[in-house]
């Protein structure tokens, strides 16, 4: 069993920044996939980014040109930076690791951006 926490969120303003932290319980050392996602009220959860051990990286278009994806090992924790956060960007983030053949979810930290 693998379990996530989340944390980072917050309430900003159009323009800021935020920094989003995924801390796994163990250390994870066979071949992982960890991606974040992210559900805004309305609307069906959708994928924002994905890193995996070997750091090949995907993004949302969404997203591409301003949140960059990165993974500490030794700290068995990835990171999601958010700049030039947009109203749009605003949602509850989840992030997912796919670890041994099972897949395991955080129960999220939500992001509220403002005009």
Not at 19 to 36: D, E, T
Not at 62 to 67: C, L, P
Request: charged share 20%.
């Amino acid at each position: 069993q693998v379990q996530l926490l989340e944390s980072g969120g917050g309430s900003v303003q159009a323009g800021e920044s935020l920094r989003l932290s995924c801390a796994a319980s163990g250390n994870v050392y066979a071949y992982y996939h960890m991606s974040w996602y992210r559900q805004a009220e309305g609307r069906e959860r959708e994928f924002v980014s994905s890193i995996d051990t070997y750091s090949i990286i995907r993004y949302a278009d969404s997203v591409k040109d301003r949140f960059t994806i990165s993974h500490d090992k030794a700290k068995n924790t990835a990171y999601l930076q958010m700049n030039s956060l947009k109203p749009d960007d605003t949602a509850m983030y989840y992030c997912k690791i796919i670890y041994q053949g099972a897949s395991y979810w955080g129960q999220g930290t939500q992001v509220t951006v403002s005009s």
